[in-house]
């Protein structure tokens, strides 16, 4: 039977996927699907090698490692894998893929590129020296129209002629910090794809898939060495994009120092830690599990699916 662990990364605002068909060595592809708390389901984009649907993913030894960059925030979530070669299936575990009160803003079709957003932003700015791209505003959301009314002589009232309602416009205002912030920002809108924009529920902004149009960057100073920064993207809500994705940061050959596969070998860096994101320039170290997670992620330790995974593995969120 396949097998399929789901691992809530917060600090990442992703959900990692390590299906195993390794019990069945004719499946060749399997996919995942996202099952949200209505019962909606969603295919996970694929990364990397897919089959002709593009969302079934060419396994390696009967295992694959996917992540879920669009997953929603603080909501219970199901994943299951399935495959078209064959009728067997598995589901995960519930998981909750908490925002920790932040905003983010995504590049479904370029993971690599997606950025956390900080909520407030600080009294003194100069007194904070780290890197942070701040939430500053959502303006007016305008819903266009596309009904009309057509004059007829000798009539008092117009005909009506209705047409559904355009989607939501509007403009998100963030405020980078760094030069480096900034240019993350730049990066993320280079491609001119459609971004994801998430918070949490309680502000009342649901998951929006933005075109943005003009992109704009503001100097907050006459003395351009302050790195402050404003950007503004006026957008359109649009559906979800279709088209693999490209890898997390970490995992693309882009991001190794390595310049061979031997260097990369000669440095201790392994394939499965690629996989999970290790070969970033700086390292993105993934979050250790605690004791305290084990409740959380399993109802006991008996529960803790083996599955040929070493300790190591269960330390770092396998």
């Not at 069945?24 to 592809?29: A, T």
């Not at 002589?153 to 309602?165: F, G, S």
């Not at 459609?194 to 929006?208: M, N, S, V």
């Amino acid at each position: 039977m396949p097998d399929i662990v789901a691992i809530a990364q917060p600090v990442y605002g992703r959900v990692m996927l390590q299906i195993s068909w390794v019990d069945l060595p004719s499946v060749v592809y399997a996919g995942v699907t996202r099952i949200d708390v209505d019962g909606n389901e969603t295919p996970v984009r694929i990364h990397t090698y897919a089959d002709s649907s593009g969302w079934e993913i060419q396994l390696s030894g009967g295992l694959a490692v996917l992540y879920d960059t669009e997953a929603p925030l603080d909501v219970s979530l199901f994943y299951t894998t399935t495959s078209s070669e064959d009728t067997a299936t598995a589901t995960s575990t519930e998981i909750v893929l908490a925002s920790s009160d932040d905003l983010w803003l995504k590049a479904p079709l370029r993971p690599w590129a997606d950025q956390r957003v900080v909520l407030d932003i600080p009294q003194e700015p100069d007194c904070v020296p780290e890197n942070a791209i701040f939430f500053q505003s959502m303006d007016v959301e305008t819903r266009p129209a596309r009904s009309a009314g057509f004059t007829v002589n000798n009539r008092a009232e117009p005909i009506w002629v209705t047409r559904v309602r355009a989607s939501i416009t509007s403009s998100l205002t963030l405020v980078s910090r760094t030069f480096t912030d900034r240019d993350d920002m730049i990066a993320l809108n280079s491609a001119g794809d459609p971004l994801l924009f998430q918070g949490p529920a309680q502000y009342g902004i649901p998951d929006r898939y933005m075109g943005v149009s003009d992109y704009t960057i503001t100097r907050l100073s006459a003395d351009h060495r302050k790195e402050w920064r404003v950007h503004g993207l006026p957008h359109v809500e649009v559906s979800r994009p279709a088209g693999l994705a490209e890898g997390i940061l970490g995992n693309r050959w882009d991001d190794l120092c390595s310049e061979t596969f031997g260097s990369a070998e000669a440095d201790g860096l392994t394939w499965t830690q690629v996989l999970k994101g290790y070969g970033s320039v700086p390292p993105v170290y993934l979050d250790l599990r605690l004791y305290e997670d084990i409740p959380v992620d399993f109802a006991t330790y008996g529960d803790i699916p083996t599955g040929g995974r070493t300790y190591e593995d269960l330390l770092e969120g396998d």
